[in-house]
C-alpha cells in the first residue's frame, strides 16, 4: 500500500516511444502521440493511453478489494468510506499520504461517477477510460493541430468524420491520413529544415509539394482530371466544380451516404495510388487499378452496401 499505483513514468515513456515507432517506423514527420490518443472524431487515432489504462486498473483492483472481507486493505476502504461517493472535490487529508495507493483512490474517485446497477464492466471500463482521459487532458493540456492553424477555415471535425466514414482499407485510410495532416517528406518540407538543398521536384522544376505530387507532377493532372469527371457523374455535376482541396481536405457534406462514401472512396484511392506508384504514374495504369480497387469492394457485402451503384462509372482501360 506504500508504493505507487503507478508504473515509473520512465516504464510508461519506453512504452510510449515503442508505440510510437510502431506507429510511424522512422518517419520523419509525425503526428505527436498525445494527438494520437485522442478519439477519432478528433483527427486522431484513439491510440490506447497508457497511463489512462494503468489507472483504470488500479481503480478496478481498489474495487475489487473494496468489496472483500477479513483484509486489511478492505477494512481501510471501509474505515474511510472509499468504497463510496467521493466528495467532488475530494478531502485529500482523509487519507494519509504515506497510503499511497488508499490516498490516490480517494482522489481519483471523487471525480468518477459511480457504476450504473444496469451497466455492464465493459460499458463501466470505457466510460472509467473516458473519464480519466479528459480529467489528464485538462491537466496537461492540448495544442492545437499544426494542420488547424495553417487552414483554420475549414471544418475539421466534418473532415475527420468523412475520413472514418470512407469504406476503404486500413492502409489506404493510413495513407489518406498521413497527406490531410501533411506529413508526407515532400522536398518543400525537407529544404525548410535543410535536408535537401532545393524544395524543387524531382521531375520537373515547380515546387515539391504534396498538391503538386497527387494532381500536378507527370501525368497527375491527367489522373486528376479523369478523377474529377468520375466524382462530376456521381454527384451529377460538372468536373470545375469538383475543388482541388478535396483530396487533402475532405470537408464536404454529400447527401444520401452511399454517393458520398463513392466519393471518398475514389479520393482515398487516388492519394494511395499515388503514394504507392510515384516513379510510375500513368493515367493507363491508374484506371485499371481503380477497377481492380472497385471490383474488390463490390465482392463484399458490406462494400456493396456502402456505395451502391454509384462506382459503376469506373472502368478498366480495355472497355
Not at 514527420?29 to 477519432?40: A, G, N, R
Not at 507532377?217 to 460538372?238: F, Q, S, V
Not at 506508384?277 to 484506371?287: A, G, K, V
Request: glycine share 4%.
Amino acid at each position: 500500500m506504500h508504493k505507487s499505483p503507478l508504473p515509473p513514468s520512465d516504464s510508461i515513456r519506453q512504452i510510449n516511444a515503442a508505440i510510437s515507432y510502431f506507429v510511424w517506423k522512422g518517419a520523419i514527420f509525425k503526428v505527436p502521440l498525445s494527438t494520437l490518443q485522442k478519439p477519432k472524431d478528433n483527427g486522431a487515432r484513439a491510440l490506447m493511453h497508457v497511463t489512462a489504462k494503468c489507472m483504470i486498473l488500479f481503480i478496478l483492483n481498489m474495487e475489487r478489494q473494496s468489496q472483500q472481507t477479513g483484509t486489511l486493505a478492505a477494512g481501510w476502504i471501509g474505515k474511510w468510506n472509499l468504497h463510496g461517493r467521493s466528495p467532488n472535490r475530494p478531502d485529500i487529508t482523509r487519507v494519509p499520504r504515506k497510503l499511497e495507493y488508499l490516498h490516490r483512490y480517494n482522489i481519483e474517485a471523487a471525480y468518477i461517477p459511480t457504476r450504473g446497477t444496469l451497466e455492464n464492466n465493459k460499458s463501466y471500463r470505457r466510460r472509467l477510460y473516458e473519464c480519466l482521459l479528459i480529467s489528464i487532458n485538462a491537466a496537461v493540456g492540448q495544442p492545437k493541430m499544426r494542420i488547424r492553424n495553417l487552414w483554420p477555415g475549414t471544418d475539421w471535425e466534418q473532415v475527420w468524420k468523412n475520413l472514418e466514414a470512407a469504406p476503404i482499407k486500413e492502409h489506404v485510410r493510413s495513407d489518406w491520413y498521413q497527406a490531410i495532416h501533411d506529413l508526407i517528406p515532400t522536398n518543400v518540407r525537407l529544404h525548410r529544415i535543410n535536408v535537401t538543398s532545393t524544395d524543387k521536384c524531382q521531375r520537373c522544376v515547380e515546387a515539391d509539394t504534396l498538391e503538386h505530387r497527387l494532381i500536378n507532377c507527370g501525368e497527375g493532372k491527367l489522373i486528376w482530371n479523369y478523377t474529377k469527371t468520375a466524382i462530376a457523374t456521381m454527384l451529377r455535376t460538372i468536373p470545375a466544380r469538383i475543388p482541388n482541396d478535396w483530396l487533402l481536405r475532405p470537408h464536404f457534406k454529400i447527401w444520401p451516404d452511399k454517393r458520398k462514401h463513392a466519393v471518398l472512396w475514389t479520393l482515398a484511392q487516388l492519394v494511395s495510388y499515388s503514394f504507392q506508384h510515384r516513379t510510375s504514374l500513368t493515367l493507363q495504369e491508374y484506371m485499371d487499378f481503380l477497377f481492380r480497387s472497385r471490383w474488390k469492394l463490390l465482392t463484399n457485402r458490406r462494400g456493396r452496401d456502402s456505395v451502391g451503384n454509384y462506382l459503376a462509372i469506373v472502368k478498366p482501360t480495355y472497355q
